[in-house]
């Protein structure tokens, strides 16, 4: 295996495992210094669009300039820092408080089945047969979180679960908005900007002045660790792998963050899962590798095809 592929491998792997981290983290916060999720989230965005937009200007510095240049890129910035950025992080902050880091961070992944959802209607195509089963690998998995196998018991409170849902399809806005920008600018300002721009709508609609914050200091190492692990470095490593082995095996393996959340949240904080949950957290993971199965198949028939033309290319 070439270097660059594990490297890749190994940066998508701990960006998944920064991202648990970091949700276990708001759980103990949340449960141990009362910091309001709202303030934390504020504080997250700001905090760490403001050390990615310091790293955009030393590698990226036209594009932090050119972006605003274009009316259509501009709004379309705004767009993804508000119904994105701010709105995949505060409603997943929102479901961790109202359930646990490992719960919140599985249904918040049913996003990339919703994903699927609306990839087929605007394709006006029927999902394929492992898209299809990955679809009901989500809903299966997101009704043994929320009921344990039993329609007349929800064990997942409304509230957690709904904000889960929202972030999910958050996830969904996160996911298309910020394409074409991206590739027009490359993806270091526009989630730095992404950032700053979420972080500056919640502090505004949450008046975040008024909310309480926490200065202890475990709260501040607390909100440090999200910040600088669970943001920057998750966000700068994940962005590093698709550049080493693509976007769609750096999202499969990044995906380890909905084993890391579970596991950080249960062997530190005692969080409380029971074998069906354990069971949703696998149907959740499978979802992510089935629906993206059609296009790892294709990719793989690429490759072949592309070896192949070279070799006759190389007898002739």
Avoid at 276 to 289: H, R
Wanted: charged share 10%; aromatic share 10%; net charge positive.
């Amino acid at each position: 295996m070439k270097r660059k592929t594990i490297r890749g491998i190994l940066f998508a792997l701990i960006s998944g495992i920064c991202w648990g981290f970091s949700g276990t983290v708001g759980q103990y916060l949340f449960a141990h210094t009362q910091m309001d999720s709202g303030w934390l989230t504020t504080v997250r965005l700001l905090s760490a669009g403001i050390i990615l937009l310091a790293m955009a200007a030393v590698k990226t510095p036209k594009a932090l300039v050119q972006v605003w240049q274009n009316k259509k890129d501009a709004l379309q910035l705004i767009f993804f820092g508000i119904a994105g950025l701010m709105a995949v992080q505060f409603c997943y902050m929102q479901a961790i408080f109202y359930s646990d880091s490992g719960t919140a961070t599985a249904v918040q992944y049913s996003g990339e089945a919703m994903l699927l959802v609306y990839t087929c209607l605007v394709g006006r195509r029927l999902p394929k047969i492992s898209e299809a089963l990955g679809l009901l690998l989500a809903l299966f998995g997101i009704f043994l979180l929320a009921t344990h196998g039993s329609l007349s018991n929800m064990v997942l409170s409304p509230a957690g679960l709904g904000w889960g849902l929202a972030a999910a399809a958050a996830l969904v806005v996160y996911t298309v908005a910020p394409g074409r920008l991206i590739q027009k600018y490359g993806s270091s300002p526009v989630i730095a900007y992404g950032m700053l721009i979420g972080g500056a709508c919640l502090a505004l609609v949450l008046r975040v002045w008024r909310l309480p914050g926490a200065y202890s200091r475990e709260a501040l190492l607390g909100l440090g660790a999200i910040v600088l692990i669970g943001t920057v470095l998750g966000f700068t490593l994940y962005l590093q792998s698709t550049v080493l082995i693509g976007g769609l095996k750096a999202g499969l393996i990044a995906a380890v963050e909905t084993v890391s959340a579970p596991l950080f949240s249960r062997i530190w904080l005692k969080t409380p899962f029971v074998m069906l949950d354990y069971l949703g957290f696998a149907c959740i993971l499978a979802m992510v590798f089935l629906i993206s199965l059609p296009e790892l198949l294709q990719q793989r028939k690429e490759r072949v095809k592309s070896a192949a033309e070279s070799a006759i290319f190389f007898q002739s």
